[in-house]
């Protein structure tokens, strides 16, 4: 089921990578979070998890509140864009930084230990990412559509031009999501500390929660440009990136009810693989893979591997 989850992932990364290419990154992750609010719900209700809402605490909705606003609403825009601006098979290697990262605060705030291997698997983490930076932002070649191979549910590419790598941009917004990503799951887990098997309900709470933030910035007139994310062109441009992620959380919550934290933990960072595999496969004219990109999404990985296996007790 890990494994699974990681695919859908990467599926919704790829699909990113095309819908980022005809509309902005924000209008994106509107669309996204809008669409997953109500598959959540169902899945909710499906579950009977909709029905034992009562038994979440007012913090514990407090606090899948903010988890949604700091996931969805920060690290998902931060990822689309970084996305839009380096590829998804860049970026996917800074998303492993969230691991030290949640580290690192554990260490700092709850007193737990760093082992040598963990240690040794951060450095390996922060290598991958500086391993696949170019010395100079590139201009890349798109190739024509017909080179590209098709997917169902992952819209078609652009037309044949250029586009170009921008990459501090790019990496400092993988860097921000990553940061949001591994903040999240501690929000979550103080949620439903005291609400065992209720891990569903809580996704739908955080993207109800996001949603209604992001519709209430619609009033504003500087954000009313993310009403954009409702025309259908753009909708359908990021429909497959909304229901792989969906896909990807219901499929992680299942595996953590069956595995343990650190092998579901493990398995989850070979989304990263597999982004740059299904880059490679569909989404050529849009991404420059390179054997430094290889070398790097393999550093990264590894050193997540080793410092989730590794972790001290």
Same mark, same amino acid.
Request: charged share 10%; hydrophobic share 60%.
């Given at each position: 089921?890990? +494994?699974?989850?990681?695919?859908?992932?990467? +599926?919704?990364?790829?699909?990113?990578?095309?819908?980022?290419? *005809?509309?902005?990154?924000?209008?994106?992750?509107?669309?996204?979070?809008?669409?997953?609010?109500?598959?959540?719900?169902?899945?909710?209700?499906?579950?009977?998890?909709?029905?034992?809402?009562?038994?979440?605490?007012?913090?514990?909705?407090?606090?899948?509140?903010?988890?949604?606003?700091?996931?969805?609403?920060?690290?998902?825009?931060?990822?689309?864009?970084?996305?839009?601006?380096?590829?998804?098979?860049?970026?996917?290697?800074?998303?492993?930084?969230?691991?030290?990262?949640?580290?690192?605060?554990?260490?700092?705030?709850?007193?737990?230990?760093?082992?040598?291997?963990?240690?040794?698997?951060?450095?390996?983490?922060?290598?991958?990412?500086?391993?696949?930076?170019?010395? *100079?932002? =590139? *201009?890349?070649?798109?190739?024509?559509?017909?080179?590209?191979?098709?997917?169902?549910?992952?819209?078609?590419?652009?037309?044949?031009?250029?586009?170009?790598?921008?990459?501090?941009?790019?990496?400092?917004?993988?860097?921000?999501? =990553?940061?949001?990503?591994?903040?999240?799951?501690?929000?979550?887990?103080?949620?439903?500390?005291?609400?065992?098997?209720?891990?569903?309900?809580?996704?739908?709470?955080?993207?109800?929660?996001?949603?209604?933030?992001?519709?209430?910035?619609? @009033? @504003?007139?500087? *954000?009313?440009?993310?009403?954009? &994310?409702?025309?259908?062109?753009?909708?359908?441009?990021?429909?497959?990136?909304?229901?792989?992620?969906?896909?990807?959380?219901?499929?992680?919550?299942? =595996?953590?009810?069956?595995?343990?934290? &650190?092998?579901?933990?493990? +398995?989850?960072?070979?989304?990263?693989?597999?982004?740059?595999?299904?880059?490679?496969?569909?989404?050529?004219?849009?991404?420059?893979?390179?054997?430094?990109?290889?070398?790097?999404?393999?550093?990264?990985?590894?050193?997540?591997?080793?410092?989730?296996?590794?972790?001290?007790?």
């Amino acid at each position: 089921m890990a +494994l699974f989850s990681a695919l859908a992932f990467s +599926l919704s990364d790829v699909s990113v990578r095309r819908g980022v290419a *005809r509309a902005p990154a924000s209008q994106g992750a509107f669309a996204t979070i809008l669409l997953g609010v109500p598959l959540f719900a169902i899945a909710a209700l499906v579950t009977g998890q909709l029905l034992r809402a009562g038994d979440l605490s007012g913090e514990g909705y407090l606090l899948l509140a903010l988890a949604g606003v700091v996931h969805y609403v920060a690290g998902r825009f931060f990822n689309y864009a970084a996305i839009g601006a380096i590829g998804a098979a860049r970026s996917s290697p800074v998303q492993s930084l969230a691991l030290p990262y949640s580290v690192l605060v554990a260490y700092f705030t709850l007193d737990e230990g760093v082992t040598t291997g963990m240690a040794i698997g951060m450095a390996m983490i922060l290598i991958g990412p500086a391993i696949i930076v170019e010395r *100079r932002s =590139a *201009r890349v070649e798109v190739l024509a559509p017909e080179t590209v191979v098709e997917a169902p549910a992952i819209p078609a590419p652009p037309p044949a031009g250029q586009f170009e790598l921008r990459q501090v941009e790019g990496y400092v917004f993988a860097f921000i999501a =990553a940061i949001s990503y591994g903040s999240s799951p501690v929000l979550i887990r103080a949620a439903l500390e005291d609400a065992s098997g209720l891990s569903i309900l809580g996704g739908f709470v955080s993207y109800m929660a996001a949603a209604v933030l992001l519709l209430a910035t619609l @009033l @504003l007139p500087q *954000r009313r440009h993310l009403a954009g &994310a409702l025309r259908p062109t753009v909708f359908r441009a990021f429909a497959g990136a909304g229901f792989f992620v969906f896909m990807a959380q219901v499929l992680r919550f299942v =595996a953590l009810s069956l595995a343990s934290v &650190a092998v579901v933990t493990t +398995l989850l960072r070979f989304a990263g693989l597999f982004t740059l595999l299904l880059s490679w496969l569909f989404n050529r004219s849009l991404e420059r893979i390179t054997w430094r990109l290889v070398v790097g999404v393999l550093m990264s990985l590894a050193g997540a591997v080793l410092l989730v296996l590794t972790r001290a007790d």
